[in-house]
């Protein structure tokens, strides 16, 4: 017996646009935020944390629409949930090193 | 040797591998195999993000300095390049569930365009720092002979008259003598910057000085980092791309032959989770590579 | 009842073509897709670097029989302890049980075929002979001194040895492990047979699935922190060099948060292997199921928080030292559930001694005393005074020989009628058993005692004072050898001369006990469909081993 797919499509050829007009957009944006000096006007590390907020969304636009994430098993969508989890483990506990040298006492 | 024939026919799907009883347990073992591949990908490549976050931690403008000697128009020209080879590979896997030859080489060829482009364009940007002294490796950059004495009154310049802060960014380059082919650097106007408006971490305030002094040896060690970096970095990922073509190239092939159709697709689907996935690596290395110290530069 | 139909049936087959037998040439082994074959060409495969381990390790404790480095001066030394730790690390434990046991019973015990994904298999494999012979050439060149950790700045910049190749040996090797993984997770997620739900699995599958899991997500680190090595023995950067602003202990954070998992790959699979002899061979349903289920996965998972355990005196923060040292404290709690419930499955069990179930025995004692002293190990304060001494020596040689390599030994007799179908010599088996546990016994525990009394570790010579307990401890290792070798004897002539078993020579539940011995090569002649629970005994269930050994006698002739 062959093959039975609930959806053949996830996606119509127009909505591959429409997301791939939101990464573009998005690109021109970090590229343009960038050049402003953020941190002047906010918080020291404004423009990083812009920068990867906006990265972070176009991942997700990748990962969901391009990927068929969106439409696909609790399994990949754990995989893919769990692999970034798994990289904030390692980025916070080699920082947490780092960042808390000194003198061996909390803080300094 | 097959159990269920048995009880009803046995169509064979186009694509069906012995071990499997029907496409969907094969389209699903496929799947999670490549998630299972790309969940490796990313703890590989999350390595190397970790190396930059710590040094990027302990000498934030080194870095900026680094990166503001990066061609962020054609780091951005690169991320729109792979952006549309997204798009042309996404509109590839829905022409292969269609069954539509034609679009599906089309676009296969389209998406292997813009994915050397891509590589055009690093290999550009890497000529570049070739002639510029920015190689962090001693050797690898133009050899450029001293000029001799007297010949347009340049004599042993080392670029390190002046202090190194005072770098002119509206000054013709001048070309420095080069001739190990070491890595070269002489704007330390970030340090100053650093220590003017006393933002130094801990680490810049040991590494960047020397008596009190900018000492321009010591920064340059520390833009030298970001700049291994920048080349391990992006040399993965363009190495990815290089693979990536290979298997674009062995799927425009099979797409020529007619193998793919709606019972039949999913290495299309999974070619393009790789290829995704690559463009998602550069999605990031983009800001935090090139953008980092635009905000200094006014 | 269809159990004991099953079982039944299951006693009655009749010699045929099984997956030995399927084909003789060459050709059919080395482009076979079968995963029955591939995991036998592992066992020879695994085997031979466990021997060549063993001689770098027979020749490390022949040195320290005398205080002064007589027999090897300190430069060939380095390379004997770097050479035992490599071989025996990457191409012996962490392949070990995964790519032999669980390659050949994972489908087995599922119901399924094959894996899911045979190619990938095959391809595993071949990866693994590439690394692996990328490693032997560059030993027989001349080898590698910087122990089997290879810091920075030693192996960077200092070392003149073959870095670069055997390193480039173990890149390799490290895909073999991530294919592996990738087809054992692929393959319990979708090919298990019908009515086999995630409750019903053995617990070696759960155990290979958390083994796969950790393959996944922590091997590529070790695959980056070999490249950056690499790259700066090449381009001589200095990233790890404090002077230009480097940092030593980032290739320390690097590789540690490779290798503390995979120390957690390096027991997991035999703590499967475990979980089966304990219940098999007492008869009695494994007690807490699901928490020895759910402890695999806690051990993979928090098995990544603790890798500072092993920097505590490198110079990371104080406070990473504490947080690591405090989540080290934890992680030790799944697996003293693990022990707990073994030991109240043995309560009130059917316990019967045979060969496979001394080895788990041995397992039970070994391990406690190993994971005990990793308690001790991971206290800040005591870790400062037993760091790079023998005590760490003795204390991972107990997980991971008196755990991982006696769980193996126990897997590979349990499941040899399955794979070979035939019988070994019990008595020979006890024999080898009893001579392991001793030897092992007398090589490591004076070293626990040598640590403590201050002996570090990675050198040659030594204070006389301490000569009395290496020579208990050498004395231990011929034992031990002795004892590691039999097997191959024993287990070797079973091939030729044993007495040929049954499908099911122990009467045990398991869907592996339920087709041919040796298996044909698409594992069962009819799909089955699963409607028993996990470690099913007794006679209501047809499994009445008194009466089945009384049948078999009369019925199955004896060559």
């Not at chain 1, 812009?50 to 969508?77: E, G, R």
């Not at chain 2, 069954?99 to 089309?106: A, E, P, T, W, Y």
């Not at chain 3, 560059?138 to 390193?167: C, E, H, K, R």
Request: proline share 4%.
């Amino acid at each position: 017996m062959s093959d039975n797919h609930q959806e053949h499509e996830h996606m119509s050829i127009a909505k591959y646009f429409i997301v791939f007009g939101i990464l573009f957009v998005g690109t021109i944006v970090t590229y343009v935020v960038a050049l402003t000096d953020l941190d002047g006007m906010f918080f020291a590390g404004a423009n990083t944390l812009v920068a990867l907020a906006i990265a972070f969304f176009k991942m997700m636009c990748v990962i969901l629409f391009f990927m068929h994430v969106y439409w696909s098993p609790k399994l990949i969508k754990l995989s893919a949930v769990a692999s970034f989890f798994w990289l904030a483990i390692m980025f916070a506990y080699t920082m947490q090193d780092y960042l808390t040298r000194g003198t061996g006492v909390f803080g300094q | 040797m097959s159990t269920h024939s048995d009880t009803h026919e046995h169509h064979h799907a186009p694509g069906l591998q012995h071990q499997f009883e029907d496409m969907k347990q094969q389209e699903e073992s496929v799947s999670i195999g490549m998630w299972m591949f790309l969940v490796q990908e990313i703890m590989f490549f999350g390595g190397l993000f970790t190396v930059y976050l710590v040094f990027r931690s302990k000498y934030p403008m080194a870095f900026a300095a680094g990166s503001n000697h990066l061609d962020a128009f054609l780091g951005g020209l690169n991320t729109l390049v792979l952006i549309v080879s997204s798009l042309t590979m996404a509109l590839t896997v829905y022409y292969a569930q269609k069954g539509n030859r034609n679009m599906q080489v089309i676009l296969i060829v389209l998406t292997m365009i813009f994915g050397a482009t891509f590589l055009g364009v690093k290999a550009i940007e890497y000529a570049d720092k070739y002639n510029h002294g920015l190689v962090p490796v001693t050797g690898l950059n133009k050899k450029i002979k001293e000029e001799k004495k007297g010949e347009h009154g340049v004599g042993h310049e080392t670029g390190h008259e002046k202090p190194c802060y005072d770098v002119d960014h509206n000054a013709p380059v001048v070309e420095h003598p080069n001739p190990k082919g070491e890595f070269l650097w002489t704007d330390c106007s970030l340090a100053k910057l650093g220590l003017d408006t006393n933002t130094l971490t801990t680490d810049e305030k040991n590494g960047y000085f020397s008596n009190e002094q900018i000492d321009a040896d010591k920064f340059r060690d520390k833009v030298r980092i970001f700049f291994w970096i920048y080349f391990v970095m992006t040399g993965l990922h363009a190495l990815h791309m290089i693979i990536g073509l290979g298997l674009m190239a062995w799927l425009g092939w099979k797409a020529f032959r007619n193998t793919y159709s709606a019972e039949y697709y999913m290495p299309v689907e999974m070619s393009g989770l790789y290829w995704h996935f690559v463009d998602i690596v550069w999605i990031f290395l983009f800001p935090l590579l090139y953008l980092l110290g635009r905000h200094f530069l006014h | 009842m269809q159990t004991q139909e099953a079982i039944v049936q299951g006693l009655a087959a009749e010699p045929k073509l099984n997956y030995l037998t399927n084909g003789w040439t060459i050709k059919s082994w080395l482009l076979t897709k079968d995963h029955k074959r591939i995991a036998i060409m592992y066992l020879i495969s695994v085997s031979v670097f466990f021997f060549m381990g063993g001689l770098y390790a027979g020749a490390i404790r022949l040195e320290l029989l005398t205080p002064a480095s007589d027999l090897l001066e300190s430069g060939t030394y380095n390379k004997v302890f770097t050479q035992h730790g490599i071989l025996m690390i990457f191409f012996f434990l962490i392949p070990s049980i995964p790519a032999i046991l669980g390659n050949f019973l994972l489908p087995l015990m599922i119901g399924a075929k094959d894996l899911a994904l045979p190619r990938i298999n095959l391809l595993s494999l071949y990866i693994y002979w590439a690394g692996g012979a990328l490693v032997l050439f560059a030993l027989m060149q001349g080898g590698i001194d910087t122990g089997w950790t290879f810091y920075a700045p030693y192996s960077t910049t200092f070392s003149n040895t073959y870095v670069m190749l055997v390193g480039l040996g173990i890149f390799i090797n490290g895909f073999s492990s991530i294919l592996t993984g990738l087809n054992f997770i692929v393959t319990i997620h979708t090919m298990r047979a019908p009515g086999m739900t995630w409750f019903r699995l053995p617990l070696f599958v759960w155990a290979h699935y958390a083994t796969s899991l950790v393959m996944i997500l922590g091997t590529p680190v070790i695959a980056i922190t070999i490249l950056l090595l690499a790259l700066e023995r090449v381009g001589k950067i200095g990233i790890f060099d404090p002077s230009i602003g480097g940092d030593p202990i980032l290739f320390q954070h690097l590789f540690w948060f490779y290798s503390h998992p995979a120390v957690y790959i390096m027991i997991l699979p035999g703590m499967g292997v475990i979980s089966e002899l304990i219940s098999n061979f007492s008869r009695k349903k494994i007690f807490g199921y699901e928490f020895i289920a759910f402890s695999s996965i806690a051990i993979a998972v928090f098995g990544f928080l603790v890798w500072g355990h092993h920097m505590f005196i490198s110079g990371q923060s104080m406070y990473a030292g504490l947080v690591f040292s405090f989540l080290t404290m934890v992680v030790a709690v799944p697996s003293a559930i693990k022990v707990f419930n073994w030991t109240a499955t043995l309560y009130k069990g059917s316990i019967t001694f045979d060969t496979p179930m001394l080895y788990a025995l041995g397992f039970l004692g070994l391990f406690l005393i190993g994971g005990l002293t990793g308690l001790f190990l991971g206290a800040m304060g005591l870790t400062v005074h037993l760091t790079d001494t023998y005590f760490i020596v003795a204390h991972f040689h107990y997980v991971m020989v008196g755990g991982q390599v006696i769980a193996y030994l126990g897997g590979i007799h349990y499941w040899w009628p399955k794979m070979t179908g035939k019988m070994y010599s019990e008595f020979w088996g006890k024999i080898s058993a009893m001579l392991i546990f001793v030897g092992f016994n007398l090589t490591f525990f004076p070293q626990f005692i040598l640590g403590y009394l201050g002996m570090p570790r990675r050198y040659a010579s030594y204070p006389e004072e301490l000569q009395v307990l290496n020579i208990f401890s050498t004395a231990g290792a011929s034992v031990l050898g002795v004892g590691l070798l039999m097997p191959v004897v024993y287990l070797g002539h079973s091939l030729i001369f044993g007495k040929a078993a049954g499908d099911n020579p122990w009467m045990l539940p398991g869907l592996e006990w339920r087709t041919a011995s040796p298996p044909p090569t698409e594992n069962f002649e009819k799909m089955p469909v699963v409607t028993w629970e996990a470690y099913e005994f007794g006679e209501e269930n047809g499994l009445d081993l008194e009466g089945a050994r009384k049948r078999d006698a009369e019925a199955i002739p004896t060559t």
